[in-house]
Structure formats: structure tokens, C-alpha cells
């Protein structure tokens, strides 16, 4: 499989949400509007690309029988340095007072480590390939699951708050609050699943 | 290169090497994390601080007290703003535990007499698009220059004059609880050191 193949194929034919459905925990739970669903994405990217290259790199010198808890054990230690990391340099607030970087996706980044997806090709990929085509595979998967993200994301903010990316489109009148609570995300969730389904059937 | 047999060795000398390392690395990034972590912390509060008080010339990060919570739940923390000397309001740390999400944390910011001069949110875990209201200004400004002494608190359906958000009333009660707390024990406190 050529590097390109192997960095399109999370992003689409094997989308980690809508066709693997990994990761469906974090992805209701964070995909209350656009812009949350983004951050949770882009830092799972993040996470998934050096975790892949750390086990691709590690793998052959770990025996079988401790194959999960080492992985876990390498993603952890991950997604711990990536939260001190944030907190330490993006952690200012703007100028008029916005939260900071790391305050609007704080809450999200110890979540990464309890998500299946990042697991998932670490088995299913990482320790069976070459470090350069493990990196690819992990940012193409994060990628997808970004673009996954975002989509529900945005479907669920335009239906729930009226707005996209926080620039409102709807009146507040129109506003169906089920959509931002918990109900509304399995609901928008399950319809997207089955519209994927069906535009790979043809 | 083969992979490494499952022996007892192995898999003991492979997982120790991998936490050994992985502590290492933890530890390492913690030693450089640390410092610029607290910094942050501070300017945070700072920046809050500096929303809800008007011109001071101190450091009132560095001149504050604690204020035992009107009904005995917890600590408020008290930051005086002076200028020349003369005290022009006191950033108040409050907090309620009623949000739709539990804790919620507020700055206020009082003058003298207790007006509310400004209020900064730090920290709320309400519903997205509904409780997360209380961080509009458009609701905060239903505080601004009110004297909770003189009315208490209340949202419309409680029988006091503060309009509820929209889907919201229980974190637009829990944010009038948490202000009113800051006013009580605030006076309480000043009375007592008088």
C-alpha cells in the first residue's frame, strides 16, 4: 500500500466514527458544538500520530503476552505530557478575556487516553508496520476523526444552538434542545452513520 | 529481527524498562512544566481580578485573605484593590455548588459599599448552549451596580428582579447564589474586623 494510500484510508474508507465506530463515547460527550468537536479532533490527531510512531518503533522488543498494558502504558504517558505541555503554553487568556486554548479543551485532553481509536491502531496498525507508514496511518485516522467530529458537531449546534462555529444562523426560536443534550448526539449520530452507509453502497 | 519470546524475563524486564522510562519522561516534563504552569495560574487570576476591579496600584494577588463562607460550606478568597492607598473595591472569589454542573466559580467584583461592579466566571461545567449562558455579558450587566444588600438575589420566578436565562433556571439561580454568597460573607467578614 503506498504512504498516500495509507494516510486517505482512516480519513474515509475507514473513517475511525462512521465506519469503525470507535471512539463513540468521547465523540457524544464533546460534540455539543463545532468548535468542541474540532479541539477534541485536532488533540486526538496529535495523540494518535506520535503514539503510533512510538509503538511502531518499540514494538518488535515487546513480547506478545504484554502487548496491551505496554501500550497503554506508552499512550498515557503521551497524553500526559501533551496536557502539561498545554497547560504550561497555552494556557493564557486572550486579550478581551476569552478562555484560553488549553481552558476550552482541558476537560478533553485526559479523555484521549480512554479512547478505543487510539488503542485500535496501535493493534491494528502500528505494531505491525514501518514507523513512517504507522505516523501516516495515525494522522489520517485522527484527521478523520476530526472531520467526524466536527460534522456532528456542527449538525448538532445548528439544530440545538443555531448556530456553527459559534456564528449564529437560526433565530433562538428554532432552537430544538434535545440536539445539545445527550439523546440528540446518539440521534444525529446514528443518522450520519446510516447516510455514510448508504453513499458507500453506490 | 524476530520478536521477543513471552518468557518470564522478558515480559518482567519489558515492562519495567517501559515504566522506567515512561516516569523518566513523565518526571522530566513535570520539572519543566512546573514553573510556567503556576505562572499561568497566576496571570489567570490576575486578569480576572483586573476585570472586575477598577484602577488599583497594588498587587492584589498578593494582598489577599480568606472569608469564611456565610454559611460555614467553604472559603472565599478576598482581593483588595487600592489606589493611593484608599481601598476601590474587592475582587471576591465565590463559588455555589447548585449549577445544573455542580461547582460553579465567580469573581466579583465589589465597591466599597457593596455594589457589584463586574463579574468574571472561572470555572462552570453547565449545559453547553444554555447554562453556559452565565458567561454572556448581556447576563452579567443584570448584575452590574446592584446592591445585594438591598435586594437580595433572585431570579423573576423566586420573586426577585433578575431575568433567568431561557432554559437556564437553575444556572441562573446557582449564579445568584454564588454572588449573593460573595456579598453576605463579605459584609460578614468586614463587620467582624471593624
Given at each position: 500500500?503506498?504512504?498516500?494510500?495509507?494516510?486517505?484510508?482512516?480519513?474515509?474508507?475507514?473513517?475511525?466514527?462512521?465506519?469503525?465506530?470507535?471512539?463513540?463515547?468521547?465523540?457524544?460527550?464533546?460534540?455539543?458544538?463545532?468548535?468542541?468537536?474540532?479541539?477534541?479532533?485536532?488533540?486526538?490527531?496529535?495523540?494518535?500520530?506520535?503514539?503510533?510512531?512510538?509503538?511502531?518503533?518499540?514494538?518488535?522488543?515487546?513480547?506478545?503476552?504484554?502487548?496491551?498494558?505496554?501500550?497503554?502504558?506508552?499512550?498515557?504517558?503521551l497524553v500526559t505530557i501533551v496536557d502539561l505541555l498545554m497547560s504550561a503554553w497555552v494556557n493564557s487568556p486572550g486579550p478581551n478575556g476569552e478562555p484560553s486554548l488549553y481552558d476550552q479543551l482541558g476537560i478533553f485532553i485526559p479523555l484521549i487516553v480512554v479512547n478505543c481509536i487510539v488503542l485500535?491502531?496501535?493493534?491494528?496498525?502500528?505494531?505491525?508496520?514501518?514507523?513512517?507508514?504507522?505516523?501516516?496511518?495515525?494522522?489520517?485516522?485522527?484527521?478523520?476523526?476530526?472531520?467526524?467530529?466536527?460534522?456532528?458537531?456542527?449538525?448538532?449546534?445548528?439544530?440545538?444552538?443555531?448556530?456553527?462555529?459559534?456564528?449564529?444562523?437560526?433565530?433562538?426560536?428554532?432552537?430544538?434542545?434535545?440536539?445539545?443534550?445527550?439523546?440528540?448526539?446518539?440521534?444525529?449520530?446514528?443518522?450520519?452513520?446510516?447516510?455514510?452507509?448508504?453513499?458507500?453502497?453506490? | 529481527?524476530?520478536?521477543?519470546?513471552?518468557?518470564?524475563?522478558?515480559?518482567?524486564?519489558?515492562?519495567?524498562?517501559?515504566?522506567?522510562?515512561?516516569?523518566?519522561?513523565?518526571?522530566?516534563?513535570?520539572?519543566?512544566?512546573?514553573?510556567?504552569?503556576?505562572?499561568?495560574?497566576?496571570?489567570?487570576?490576575?486578569?480576572?481580578?483586573?476585570?472586575?476591579?477598577?484602577?488599583?496600584?497594588?498587587?492584589?494577588?498578593?494582598?489577599?485573605?480568606?472569608?469564611?463562607?456565610?454559611?460555614?460550606?467553604?472559603?472565599?478568597?478576598?482581593?483588595?484593590?487600592?489606589?493611593?492607598?484608599?481601598?476601590?473595591?474587592?475582587?471576591?472569589e465565590t463559588y455555589t455548588m447548585k449549577g445544573f454542573g455542580g461547582l460553579i466559580r465567580l469573581m466579583v467584583g465589589l465597591d466599597p459599599e457593596g455594589k457589584i461592579l463586574s463579574i468574571s466566571v472561572l470555572e462552570q461545567k453547565e449545559t453547553p448552549g444554555l447554562g453556559t449562558h452565565i458567561?454572556?455579558?448581556?447576563?452579567?450587566?443584570?448584575?452590574?451596580?446592584?446592591?445585594?444588600?438591598?435586594?437580595?438575589?433572585?431570579?423573576?420566578?423566586?420573586?426577585?428582579?433578575?431575568?433567568?436565562?431561557?432554559?437556564?433556571?437553575?444556572?441562573?439561580?446557582?449564579?445568584?447564589?454564588?454572588?449573593?454568597?460573595?456579598?453576605?460573607?463579605?459584609?460578614?467578614?468586614?463587620?467582624?474586623?471593624?
Amino acid at each position: 500500500m503506498s504512504l498516500m494510500k495509507i494516510f486517505t484510508n482512516g480519513f474515509i474508507k475507514e473513517n475511525p466514527l462512521f465506519v469503525l465506530v470507535l471512539g463513540t463515547c468521547p465523540s457524544l460527550a464533546t460534540t455539543t458544538s463545532a468548535t468542541n468537536g474540532l479541539g477534541m479532533g485536532l488533540a486526538t490527531t496529535f495523540v494518535l500520530g506520535l503514539s503510533n510512531l512510538a509503538i511502531a518503533l518499540t514494538a518488535r522488543h515487546i513480547p506478545d503476552k504484554v502487548r496491551i498494558p505496554a501500550f497503554i502504558v506508552i499512550i498515557a504517558t503521551l497524553v500526559t505530557i501533551v496536557d502539561l505541555l498545554m497547560s504550561a503554553w497555552v494556557n493564557s487568556p486572550g486579550p478581551n478575556g476569552e478562555p484560553s486554548l488549553y481552558d476550552q479543551l482541558g476537560i478533553f485532553i485526559p479523555l484521549i487516553v480512554v479512547n478505543c481509536i487510539v488503542l485500535g491502531r496501535a493493534e491494528a496498525f502500528a505494531s505491525k508496520n514501518k514507523p513512517i507508514a504507522s505516523l501516516l496511518d495515525g494522522l489520517g485516522s485522527g484527521l478523520g476523526f476530526t472531520f467526524a467530529l466536527s460534522l456532528v458537531g456542527s449538525i448538532r449546534e445548528l439544530l440545538g444552538s443555531g448556530s456553527v462555529f459559534g456564528l449564529n444562523l437560526l433565530p433562538a426560536q428554532s432552537n430544538i434542545l434535545i440536539f445539545i443534550l445527550a439523546p440528540g448526539g446518539f440521534i444525529v449520530l446514528g443518522y450520519v452513520i446510516a447516510l455514510v452507509n448508504r453513499l458507500k453502497r453506490t | 529481527m524476530a520478536k521477543k519470546e513471552s518468557t518470564l524475563w522478558n515480559l518482567l524486564s519489558t515492562l519495567v524498562m517501559i515504566t522506567f522510562f515512561s516516569s523518566a519522561l513523565l518526571g522530566g516534563t513535570y520539572l519543566l512544566t512546573k514553573d510556567p504552569i503556576a505562572e499561568a495560574a497566576a496571570e489567570k487570576k490576575n486578569f480576572a481580578i483586573k476585570k472586575v476591579l477598577p484602577g488599583f496600584d497594588n498587587h492584589p494577588g498578593q494582598e489577599s485573605y480568606t472569608i469564611q463562607s456565610i454559611d460555614q460550606t467553604g472559603e472565599l478568597i478576598g482581593y483588595p484593590g487600592l489606589s493611593e492607598g484608599k481601598l476601590v473595591g474587592t475582587a471576591v472569589e465565590t463559588y455555589t455548588m447548585k449549577g445544573f454542573g455542580g461547582l460553579i466559580r465567580l469573581m466579583v467584583g465589589l465597591d466599597p459599599e457593596g455594589k457589584i461592579l463586574s463579574i468574571s466566571v472561572l470555572e462552570q461545567k453547565e449545559t453547553p448552549g444554555l447554562g453556559t449562558h452565565i458567561t454572556d455579558k448581556e447576563f452579567q450587566d443584570l448584575f452590574i451596580g446592584k446592591n445585594p444588600g438591598e435586594m437580595p438575589l433572585k431570579v423573576r420566578k423566586d420573586g426577585g428582579d433578575i431575568d433567568a436565562i431561557t432554559a437556564a433556571t437553575i444556572s441562573s439561580r446557582a449564579f445568584c447564589d454564588a454572588v449573593q454568597r460573595a456579598y453576605d460573607s463579605w459584609k460578614n467578614h468586614t463587620k467582624k474586623n471593624d
